[in-house]
């Protein structure tokens, strides 16, 4: 059974910085996933991509009001997926849920919507308070 466990959320400052985790069980990295994905969701708005990643690490999507601010990253060795999120503003809070695509796609292709992906976790809440 592929269970994916985010941890890392807090209260931080604006300005300030967080690593958001994303361990996956059930399911080797390296051999099965397809794609990695951090998505967000803030009360009373829908859920959005915030950062994907290719199977292969080699392309990454990153949503706009995310760029340059916050970086996607995988350790396939530990089966873990990894968000660091700096230069934090208000605006970024909302529940973080990693998710993971087994389906067959390119290993170049970084998921960028919901439906693509398979696996999801059950959140993490990063709250930077205005």
């Known amino acids: 059974q592929v269970q994916l466990v985010e941890s890392g959320g807090g209260l931080v400052q604006a300005g300030g910085s967080l690593r958001l985790s994303c361990v996956a069980s059930g399911l080797k990295f390296s051999t099965y996933a397809m794609g990695w994905g951090w998505f967000r969701q803030a009360p009373g708005k829908e859920r959005e991509l915030v950062a994907a990643i290719s199977r292969n690490g080699g392309s990454t999507y990153y949503g706009d009001s995310v760029k340059g601010r916050f970086t996607i990253s995988r350790d396939n060795a530990k089966n873990t997926l990894y968000l660091q999120m700096n230069s934090l503003k208000p605006e970024d809070t909302a529940v973080y849920y990693c998710?993971?695509?087994?389906?067959?796609?390119?290993?170049?292709?970084?998921?960028?919507?919901?439906?693509?992906?398979?696996?999801w976790g059950q959140g993490t809440q990063v709250t930077v308070p205005s």
């Open positions: 998710a993971s695509r087994t389906r067959y796609s390119s290993t170049y292709y970084a998921p960028t919507s919901s439906p693509e992906y398979d696996y």
